[in-house]
């Protein structure tokens, strides 16, 4: 079985910026394409980044697009979420996803493991 955990959440002011973590831990013998998703109170799930496998290819959402950045780290399966110029409307529960098979994840239906999420406030 493969464990996704994120880290990085918090309370921050308009204009801040956070950074994200997720690691993959439990049978990771191979490198997934792992993507972030949002849920705000009252709303449904939304994709917010993806990166494929090698990290060669990266895509976020247009409602982020100049302001948040997604990238791999050195571990096989871990990946970051760089948020910056934080929005109230950013405020969220966010979710790291993974994916065995699929080149990037981009919808909820591509992801094979999903972590517990960590909440992101931003207060205006």
């Known amino acids: 079985q493969v464990q996704l955990e994120e880290s990085g959440g918090g309370l921050v002011q308009t204009g801040a910026s956070l950074r994200l973590s997720c690691a993959a831990s439990g049978r990771t013998g191979i490198r997934f394409a792992m993507g972030w998703f949002r849920q705000a109170p009252g709303k449904e799930r939304e994709f917010v980044g993806t990166i494929s496998k090698i990290g060669d290819t990266t895509s976020v959402s247009d409602s982020v697009k100049g302001r948040f950045t997604i990238s791999r780290g050195n571990a096989k399966n871990m990946v970051y979420l760089q948020m910056n110029n934080l929005q109230p409307e950013d405020t969220a529960v966010y979710f790291c996803?993974?994916?065995?098979?699929?080149?990037?994840?981009?919808?909820?239906?591509?992801?094979?493991?999903w972590g517990q999420g960590t909440q992101v406030t931003v207060s205006s």
């Open positions: 996803a993974a994916g065995r098979f699929s080149l990037y994840i981009r919808s909820q239906s591509e992801a094979d493991y």
